[in-house]
């Protein structure tokens, strides 16, 4: 089915076309003609298949009438995140570029001044994070009396950073008759409870199983031990090829330590974490889109949403507390049919994780051998408690160089023969991710500081 049956306008798919989309996803093809009914929906669907499109697109054409009142909006989407707030919005500017309709973002770390000027003027759709908008509201520079569409996206990531009280009171403020459109990935208790409270006869539209990885992602782990964690990683990135990548840490003080090492191993590396101003968060996040930096050491704020094409792999520096965190994180590679592959590296202390993990997706996840140095099954565990010594002393002296591995054996015996520090970026698979291969290159984004979530994509 294209999109032409989905009862989509001519301006609509004139738009649709020119991004190069021929057929909507499974969750697009059923969610869109029962929004377009005005039809409240609850959909479910994995991260990466599509779910912004499967509201942004209905609300394009039962927007395309009508006009909007200073400070009161036609529509609302709630986000828990600034990062997929802003792809939110560029969907709109995308789908809806032939349609007249205005919008305002409403986030954090962004000028409130200016979001208030923009309101005056009167805006068809509201993009808005929880606390933003409830700030604003109590200053009296927003009046919801007049949203006819309520879009609540992420549902259990809202969950997750807490967000359900800020929802509940947001709700109350919004008209009872309007249409409602309810997205998330999974569909545990509360998550149910409130879609029950906020939605009036909903259709449920479910695609895949819910906490499942994408097929089309290749999942291994690597035993290591935390101390020697960071030389596994460079080793790991070496062997495997790596275009680009996402490197998940769990702690902002591991994601500063992770880009330190990077960066004097001569990578272009860059880090987004909750504590990181929004501009520099944007700014990093649009190097890493244009292949300025190619490894983005970051939190779960960039788990779910976020799309980047041509990711060629995820690595989890840390296995997840969350297990269903995994899921998310490795969907951004993988993504819209391509091949991808997620790397996790595990010591002694994340077995508890692991074992949740592997309990979720219903699966072992098995061990990588690389270059016949990685899969502990393979090796002799034999170590001797004088040679445990002598790996951590000579770790010891050679670590203020950050140079290349240890010739000792470590814990997990990652490391047979000495390996070379890479000279350059992770080396490509084609050429156009081959640039700027200098160690110092003057155009590198630094990192900054975490938080919690994540982006998307159509």
């Known amino acids: 089915m294209g999109f032409e049956k989905l009862g989509l306008s001519e301006k609509t798919l004139k738009a649709i076309g020119e991004m190069g989309f021929e057929k909507p996803t499974p969750i697009q093809e059923n969610a869109i003609p029962i929004a377009l009914m005005t039809r409240d929906v609850l959909g479910l669907a994995q991260t990466g298949t599509g779910k912004t499109a499967s509201f942004t697109?209905?609300?394009?054409?039962?927007?395309?009438?009508g006009r909007a009142k200073a400070r009161m909006p036609r529509s609302l989407i709630l986000t828990p995140t600034r990062e997929l707030a802003a792809q939110v919005a560029e969907n709109f500017d995308q789908f809806g570029k032939y349609h007249k309709l205005t919008k305002t973002l409403l986030t954090g770390g962004a000028s409130m001044n200016q979001q208030i000027s923009e309101l005056e003027q009167g805006v068809d759709v509201l993009i808005a994070t929880p606390g933003r908008l409830l700030d604003l509201f109590e200053r009296g520079n927003i009046i919801l009396v007049d949203i006819k569409i309520l879009v609540i996206d992420e549902a259990d990531r809202m969950l997750d950073m807490g967000f359900i009280p800020d929802l509940e009171k947001i709700v109350s403020l919004l008209p009872p008759l309007r249409q409602t459109l309810f997205f998330s990935a999974t569909m545990p208790d509360a998550i149910k409870k409130l879609s029950d409270k906020f939605l009036s006869n909903p259709k449920v539209v479910k695609v895949a199983a819910t906490s499942k990885p994408a097929e089309n992602v290749d999942q291994y782990l690597v035993r290591t031990t935390a101390r020697e964690k960071k030389n596994t990683l460079k080793d790991v990135i070496v062997s495997e090829n790596v275009e680009n990548a996402y490197i998940f840490c769990n702690r902002k003080r591991d994601i500063d330590g992770v880009e330190s090492s990077l960066r004097k191993q001569g990578y272009k590396v860059g880090s987004i974490h909750g504590d990181i101003e929004q501009k520099y968060r944007t700014k990093t996040l649009d190097a890493f889109k244009s292949g300025e930096i190619s490894l983005l050491v970051c939190s779960d704020v960039v788990a779910r949403g976020i799309d980047v094409s041509g990711v060629s792999h995820v690595f989890n520096y840390d296995v997840p507390m969350n297990a269903e965190?995994?899921?998310?994180?490795?969907?951004?590679?993988?993504?819209?049919?391509?091949?991808?592959?997620?790397?996790?590296l595990v010591a002694p202390s994340d077995k508890k994780f692991l074992g949740n993990v592997e309990s979720l997706i219903n699966k072992s996840i098995p061990e990588l051998d690389y270059g016949g140095k990685g899969n502990t099954n393979q090796q002799d565990k034999k170590s001797s408690s004088k040679d445990d010594a002598k790996s951590k002393s000579s770790k010891k002296a050679a670590e203020p160089k950050d140079a290349k591995p240890s010739k000792a054996k470590s814990d997990h015996k990652v490391h047979e023969k000495p390996k070379p520090k890479p000279k350059s970026n992770p080396k490509p698979g084609n050429s156009t991710s081959n640039k700027g291969k200098s160690k110092n290159a003057s155009n590198d984004v630094q990192g900054f500081g975490d938080e919690v979530p994540a982006f998307f994509k159509a």
Do not use: N, Q, S, W
Request: without cysteine; hydrophobic residues 40%.
């Open 57 to 65: 697109l209905p609300m394009i054409e039962m927007l395309a009438g």
């Open 325 to 344: 965190d995994y899921v998310h994180r490795i969907g951004r590679t993988g993504r819209a049919g391509e091949k991808g592959r997620a790397i996790t």
